[in-house]
């Protein structure tokens, strides 16, 4: 039956009262003809019969009638009846229903994470908020490092990266295939029971280490990282992108982690005043389209601009749109992604220009969700002199280290505390903030010593947050690094360092705690692990070169597990080009069903 409303006649059908005749206001308005009264005093005969049939089994005594043509139909009516009172006089059992949680049986499923492509320069954007770009600078180096771990019987999940394809290019998505890093393993092996040991009873664990140079092609898209199952479950996994320029506007040093998609990002701490440029990248690497809706904060408020809902992304395909289009002379911009359909990846390419003078690169990774704390480790600057001539430069003025905040909901009141490795600094500028409801604020940190520091947050309402770093001199071109707030490690968290770099794994703990560090080399073997403790509301920077105890090479990465306490953790990085640091997000984890509850 549809959905639609029937027109009913009731002065054509009136029901009759207790007497079987039909009631004194139906007969008010007689039929419209003979044929239409005689159907009416039928209606009411059958209705007389049927409640007789139904006293009378109701006592028990079910008269039968002559079995003529004439009463065949008042049998029918007599055997329904019955059913339906049999029904109600005997109510059924009730089943047995356990209503419990319980896990439905599904095959477990590949984890994927999305890796940002280079920084480009954005050609043609005033034809709207999506651009094209040029080609990076001919000294651009751009490369994914792929760090894995195989079970406890040396398998290894099987591994691949594949190009996501740019809907400005006029490419519809379905991206060009993957190239596998690792081979896959059959599917019971990925199904499968966990092994426990190889095939001889012991115990073995081996790493892989694989370098995609220019993994975006010439154009320098996108990727993402597939890591199938093994034994039902995943696999320690890492994957870091990184970018380096020596000249033009671009040059700089970026390390951005790969990131699992999700339905929902937020980024803050993006510039859209004169000679600053953001693009916003959305990828979607998943094999259902995606539709994608931006709400973007700025100092004043929600930030109104056309343009920001229903942005559709095809199966594997990316879209870049420069957010100078939708808020213009933005000092502290803050998005919130949200997507319908297939989860999808976020960053933002940051890049200025001084004059003429580049001011650095990054790539803005998404921050935690807002909350009333963020844990912010990583946060590299120069010391406070330095620190003061660069920002004392015409045009330099809001180059310094800054905390960025957005306060989505409502209005807050931010405290904000530093930590270096002797415990935390006293800030200059106070440690408390206040941000209006909908709105973003800029928080200076010039007055720091050069060091590696942890930025934390408390606030008495949900507040998202990130940090910028700084490197360089007065008079020569400077760079940035975006700090991103980060949740706790877990139990175990496999760490990729980004092939010839300067790296240090920064850990914190609020609290105090103590983390295992085992270093994973590129031939494949995992080095002597060591235990190394955390004192409370201290930074600790262990660099990579040093994790391998003084012997062999420096390690492609690091398997990091927690001991004790609640661990945060980034990597920072720098090169001769500039500084970057990416956050150490939780292990995405792998379930074998999903909680499923029977019930009415």
Not at 279 to 290: C, D, F, R
Not at 318 to 340: C, F, K, N, W, Y
Request: proline residues 8%.
């Amino acid at each position: 039956m549809s959905g639609q409303d029937h027109d009913q006649h009731p002065d054509a059908s009136s029901p009759p009262d207790e007497s079987g005749t039909p009631s004194q206001d139906s007969l008010q308005d007689p039929p419209a003809s003979r044929g239409q009264l005689k159907g009416q005093r039928a209606a009411a005969a059958r209705d007389l019969k049927r409640q007789a049939a139904l006293e009378a089994h109701q006592r028990g005594v079910v008269r039968r009638a002559p079995m003529t043509a004439g009463l065949a139909g008042a049998g029918v009516v007599v055997l329904v009846a019955a059913a339906v009172t049999a029904g109600t006089l005997v109510p059924p059992a009730t089943p047995e229903v356990d209503g419990r949680a319980v896990p439905a049986a599904l095959n477990a499923v590949p984890v994927r994470s999305v890796c940002a492509g280079p920084p480009r320069l954005p050609a043609g954007a005033e034809e709207g908020t999506d651009t094209q770009f040029s080609p990076v600078s001919t000294s651009a180096v751009s490369r994914v490092t792929s760090v894995l771990l195989s079970d406890l019987a040396g398998r290894f999940p099987g591994t691949s990266i594949s190009t996501l394809q740019s809907a400005e290019n006029g490419d519809s998505g379905e991206g060009a295939e993957p190239v596998d890093l690792t081979e896959s393993q059959p599917e019971e092996v990925q199904q499968g029971d966990p092994a426990t040991a190889g095939a001889d009873g012991v115990p073995v664990r081996e790493s892989a280490v694989d370098h995609v140079q220019s993994p975006g092609g010439e154009a320098g898209e996108a990727t993402a990282v597939t890591v199938e199952p093994i034994g039902g479950q995943a696999m320690p996994s890492d994957a870091v992108s990184l970018y380096s320029a020596t000249d033009g506007d671009l040059a700089g040093t970026d390390a951005s982690s790969c990131l699992a998609p999700a339905h929902e990002h937020w980024l803050t701490g993006m510039t859209t005043t004169v000679g600053s440029t953001s693009i916003l990248v959305l990828s979607n690497p998943s094999a259902s389209a995606s539709t994608v809706d931006l709400t973007l904060y700025g100092a004043d408020g929600p930030v109104e601009a056309p343009g920001t809902a229903g942005i559709v992304l095809a199966p594997g395909q990316t879209r870049s749109i420069v957010l100078g289009g939708m808020a213009p002379d933005e000092e502290h911009l803050a998005v919130q992604v949200r997507a319908q359909g297939g989860a999808v990846g976020a960053t933002a390419q940051q890049h200025r220009l001084f004059g003429i003078t580049p001011g650095g690169v990054e790539i803005i990774q998404p921050t935690s969700n807002p909350s009333q704390g963020a844990v912010m480790p990583g946060l590299v600057v120069p010391n406070r002199a330095v620190t003061e001539e660069i920002v004392g430069q015409d045009g330099y003025e809001q180059a310094g280290p800054a905390l960025s905040l957005a306060a989505p909901a409502s209005a807050a009141t931010a405290e904000i505390t530093v930590s270096g490795p002797d415990g935390t600094v006293e800030l200059p500028e106070g440690g408390l903030v206040d941000i209006g409801a909908g709105s973003t604020v800029r928080f200076p940190l010039d007055g720091l010593d050069h060091d590696v520091y942890t930025v934390t947050v408390s606030a008495d309402a949900p507040v998202a947050a990130s940090a910028r770093g700084l490197s360089g001199q007065a008079g020569e071109p400077v760079d940035f690094s975006s700090v991103s707030a980060v949740g706790s490690l877990g139990l175990e968290r496999l760490v990729s360092r980004p092939e010839n770099t300067t790296a240090n794994l920064v850990l914190y703990s609020a609290d105090g705690g103590a983390v295992e560090i085992t270093p994973v080399s590129e031939d494949g073997s995992l080095g002597e692990s060591r235990v190394q403790e955390l004192g409370p509301e201290s930074t600790h920077a262990l660099s990579f070169a040093d994790l391998a105890g003084g012997e062999g090479a420096v390690p492609s990465g690091a398997l990091v597990e927690t001991v004790e306490g609640q661990v945060y953790a980034a990597v920072d990085v720098r090169g001769a080009q500039g500084i970057s640091a990416y956050p150490v997000v939780p292990q995405q984890q792998q379930v074998s069903g999903v909680p499923v509850r029977v019930g009415y």
